[in-house]
C-alpha cells in the first residue's frame, strides 16, 4: 500500500472546488460498447440519438385517478426531468405531456385542416401547405399546466414528500422555441365581425379538446404552430398543429389543433368546465384567471441530488412567468433571511423559461437554498406563507384538498443537508 495515499486523498477533500481540474486522475473511457451493426451505423448517419449513458427520461402520474364518465380513459401527465436540465430549451423528447388519456392522433398532415368560422366574413380552410406559404415567426415560450406544483389534489403527496425531485414538483412545464403563423394573421384574413370576442379553440383528439380564448388574447400573441425546437410538432405535442398561448394557463394550448370558431361569449366546453379542476360551480372558483404569474425553481442542487464534497457549486435554475420576461432572479442560501441577484443567462425572451445561475461556496453546514423570481410587470414570486395567507387556508387544507387550485407560484425551497444529501422543504 502506498504510504502517500490517505494524504492525497485529504488533499483532494480540502480543494474539492478544483478537484476535477487539479489532478491528474486517471481520464479512463470506460467500457467501450460493441459497434453497433452497420445498418444501424447508417440510420444513426441519418438520424441521431443520445449516448446510452444519458438516461433522464420523463416520469408519470395519473392527474385525475377516478374516472368522471363512462368509457373515459384516466387522463394522464408525463413530466418533464428539471432537475437535469440545462440551458432554456425543452428537448422535445422530455416536453412534459398533459392529455385527456388518449394518445395523440395518427394525423396524416396533407389530410389535416384548420376551420376559421363563426363570427367572420368569410369562414376559411387552410392545409397545412397554406399555413406554411405565410409569413412566420419564431418565438421562445414556455407552456406550463396550471397544475404545476401544486400541493393540493391529485399532485400534493408527491409534492409535498421530502424526497420530491425538481421533476416531481415542477415538471408540468418546459419551454420551446415554437415556429408558426400569428393567429392575429388569419383572423385577419377571415375578417372579424363585430360582436365577436371570444373565440372557441377545438383539437381533433378523440375527446375534441376545446377552450375559450378572449379574442383580445387571440390577436395579442397567440401563435398557430407547426413548428418545434427546429422540427415538426411532436404528436405528443399537437402534431400537425397547435395553438401556442403564451404565458397562459397550459390548457389553453390545444393540440392538434382543427377549429377556430369566433363567438361572442365564453363557451366553457366539456374540457375547461368538467376537467378543469380551478373551475368548481362552488362561487368561490376564480375563472378565467388565465395568466401564470412569476415563478422560478432551482434545478441544481434539488431534491434528490447529492454534493459529495464541500466547496464551490453553481447554484442554477429557470423562472418564468407569463407577465413577460424575467426581470430579476435572486438567491438565498440562508433559508430567505437574505438575497442575492442571480445571473440570468440570454436570450432573455417574453414569456419563456430563463436560465439563472449564482456561484456558491458550501461550507458543510446545513442550507436551505432558494430562487425568487420578479417579472417584467414588477410582480414577485410568493413565498409559501404568503399563498396559504392570501388564499385563507392552512397547510390542512393542502394536505387534504382532493382537488387542484392551480396557479401555485409559491417560492420552492431545497434543503441541503450536512450530509450533502439535498431535499424537499416546501413544508
Ligand atoms: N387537444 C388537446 N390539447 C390539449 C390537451 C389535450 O388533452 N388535448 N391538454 C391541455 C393541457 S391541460 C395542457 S397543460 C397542455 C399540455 O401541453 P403538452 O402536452 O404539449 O405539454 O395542452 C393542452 N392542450
Ligand atoms: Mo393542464
Same mark, same amino acid.
Not at 365581425?193 to 371570444?198: I, L, N, V, Y
Given at each position: 500500500?502506498?504510504?502517500?495515499?490517505?494524504?492525497?486523498?485529504?488533499?483532494?477533500?480540502?480543494?474539492?472546488?478544483?478537484?476535477?481540474?487539479?489532478?491528474?486522475?486517471?481520464?479512463?473511457?470506460?467500457?467501450?460498447?460493441?459497434?453497433?451493426?452497420?445498418?444501424?451505423?447508417?440510420?444513426?448517419?441519418?438520424? =441521431?440519438?443520445?449516448?446510452?449513458?444519458?438516461?433522464?427520461?420523463?416520469?408519470?402520474? $395519473?392527474?385525475?385517478?377516478?374516472?368522471?364518465?363512462?368509457?373515459?380513459?384516466?387522463?394522464?401527465?408525463? !413530466?418533464?426531468?428539471?432537475?437535469?436540465?440545462?440551458?432554456?430549451?425543452?428537448?422535445?423528447?422530455?416536453?412534459?405531456?398533459?392529455?385527456? =388519456?388518449? /394518445?395523440?392522433?395518427?394525423?396524416?398532415?396533407?389530410? #389535416?385542416?384548420?376551420?376559421? #368560422?363563426?363570427?367572420?366574413?368569410?369562414?376559411?380552410?387552410?392545409?397545412?401547405? /397554406?399555413? &406554411?406559404?405565410?409569413?412566420?415567426?419564431?418565438?421562445?415560450?414556455?407552456?406550463?399546466?396550471?397544475?404545476?406544483?401544486?400541493?393540493?389534489?391529485?399532485?400534493?403527496?408527491?409534492?409535498?414528500?421530502?424526497?420530491?425531485?425538481?421533476?416531481?414538483?415542477?415538471?408540468?412545464?418546459?419551454?420551446?422555441?415554437?415556429?408558426?403563423?400569428?393567429?392575429?394573421?388569419?383572423?385577419?384574413?377571415?375578417?372579424?365581425?363585430?360582436?365577436?370576442?371570444?373565440?372557441?379553440?377545438?383539437?381533433?383528439?378523440?375527446?375534441?379538446?376545446?377552450?375559450?380564448?378572449?379574442?383580445?388574447?387571440?390577436?395579442?400573441?397567440? $401563435?398557430?404552430?407547426?413548428?418545434?425546437?427546429?422540427?415538426?410538432?411532436?404528436?405528443?405535442?399537437?402534431?400537425?398543429?397547435? $395553438?401556442?398561448?403564451?404565458?397562459?394557463?397550459?390548457?389553453?394550448?390545444?393540440?392538434?389543433?382543427?377549429?377556430? /370558431?369566433?363567438?361572442?361569449?365564453?363557451?366553457?366546453?366539456?374540457?375547461?368546465?368538467?376537467?378543469?379542476?380551478?373551475? &368548481?360551480?362552488?362561487? &368561490?372558483?376564480?375563472?378565467?384567471?388565465?395568466?401564470?404569474?412569476? !415563478?422560478?425553481?432551482?434545478?441544481?442542487?434539488?431534491?434528490?441530488?447529492?454534493?459529495?464534497?464541500?466547496?464551490?457549486?453553481?447554484?442554477?435554475?429557470?423562472?418564468?412567468?407569463?407577465?413577460?420576461?424575467?426581470? /430579476?432572479?435572486?438567491?438565498?442560501?440562508?433559508?430567505?433571511?437574505?438575497? &442575492?441577484?442571480?445571473?440570468?443567462?440570454?436570450?432573455?425572451?417574453?414569456?419563456?423559461?430563463?436560465?439563472?445561475?449564482?456561484?456558491?461556496?458550501?461550507?458543510?453546514?446545513?442550507?436551505?437554498?432558494?430562487?425568487?423570481?420578479?417579472?417584467?410587470?414588477?410582480?414577485?414570486?410568493?413565498?409559501?406563507?404568503?399563498?396559504?395567507?392570501?388564499?385563507?387556508?392552512?397547510?390542512?387544507?393542502?394536505?387534504?384538498?382532493?382537488?387542484?387550485? =392551480?396557479?401555485?407560484?409559491?417560492?420552492?425551497?431545497?434543503?441541503?443537508?450536512?450530509?450533502?444529501?439535498?431535499?424537499?422543504?416546501?413544508?
Amino acid at each position: 500500500m502506498n504510504p502517500k495515499q490517505p494524504n492525497r486523498r485529504k488533499f483532494l477533500k480540502n480543494t474539492a472546488a478544483l478537484a476535477g481540474l487539479a489532478v491528474g486522475a486517471s481520464a479512463s473511457a470506460g467500457p467501450l460498447a460493441a459497434a453497433p451493426a452497420p445498418e444501424r451505423i447508417d440510420d444513426l448517419h441519418k438520424y =441521431g440519438e443520445r449516448s446510452r449513458f444519458v438516461t433522464s427520461q420523463r416520469d408519470g402520474c $395519473l392527474c385525475n385517478p377516478e374516472r368522471r364518465l363512462e368509457n373515459e380513459p384516466r387522463a394522464f401527465g408525463m !413530466k418533464t426531468p428539471l432537475q437535469d436540465s440545462v440551458g432554456m430549451i425543452t428537448p422535445a423528447s422530455l416536453h412534459f405531456i398533459v392529455a385527456r =388519456g388518449y /394518445e395523440p392522433p395518427d394525423i396524416d398532415p396533407q389530410e #389535416h385542416r384548420l376551420l376559421i #368560422h363563426g363570427m367572420v366574413d368569410r369562414p376559411l380552410i387552410f392545409t397545412l401547405g /397554406e399555413l &406554411k406559404r405565410l409569413p412566420s415567426v419564431s418565438r421562445f415560450h414556455f407552456i406550463e399546466c396550471h397544475g404545476n406544483s401544486d400541493p393540493a389534489g391529485a399532485g400534493g403527496p408527491s409534492r409535498l414528500a421530502p424526497n420530491a425531485t425538481a421533476q416531481d414538483t415542477h415538471g408540468f412545464t418546459s419551454c420551446s422555441q415554437w415556429t408558426g403563423v400569428p393567429l392575429s394573421l388569419l383572423l385577419k384574413e377571415a375578417g372579424v365581425q363585430k360582436g365577436a370576442t371570444w373565440i372557441l379553440a377545438e383539437g381533433s383528439d378523440a375527446p375534441k379538446h376545446s377552450k375559450s380564448i378572449p379574442l383580445s388574447k387571440a390577436l395579442d400573441d397567440a $401563435l398557430v404552430a407547426y413548428g418545434q425546437n427546429g422540427e415538426p410538432v411532436r404528436p405528443q405535442q399537437g402534431f400537425p398543429l397547435r $395553438l401556442v398561448v403564451p404565458g397562459w394557463q397550459g390548457i389553453n394550448n390545444v393540440k392538434f389543433l382543427s377549429r377556430i /370558431e369566433l363567438v361572442d361569449e365564453p363557451y366553457l366546453s366539456m374540457s375547461e368546465s368538467t376537467k378543469y379542476p380551478t373551475l &368548481k360551480l362552488d362561487g &368561490k372558483s376564480r375563472w378565467f384567471e388565465l395568466q401564470l404569474g412569476p !415563478k422560478s425553481v432551482i434545478t441544481r442542487p434539488s431534491g434528490g441530488q447529492h454534493l459529495p464534497v464541500t466547496g464551490f457549486y453553481e447554484i442554477t435554475g429557470l423562472a418564468w412567468s407569463g407577465g413577460g420576461a424575467v426581470r /430579476e432572479v435572486e438567491v438565498s442560501t440562508d433559508g430567505g433571511r437574505t438575497w &442575492k441577484d442571480a445571473q440570468l443567462h440570454g436570450p432573455i425572451a417574453r414569456k419563456a423559461h430563463t436560465r439563472f445561475s449564482i456561484p456558491w461556496n458550501w461550507n458543510g453546514e446545513e442550507a436551505v437554498i432558494q430562487s425568487r423570481c420578479t417579472d417584467d410587470e414588477g410582480v414577485v414570486q410568493p413565498s409559501f406563507a404568503e399563498v396559504v395567507k392570501f388564499r385563507g387556508q392552512d397547510l390542512d387544507f393542502f394536505r387534504t384538498a382532493t382537488a387542484n387550485l =392551480g396557479d401555485f407560484n409559491a417560492i420552492q425551497p431545497w434543503k441541503v443537508n450536512r450530509d450533502g444529501s439535498v431535499q424537499n422543504a416546501l413544508v
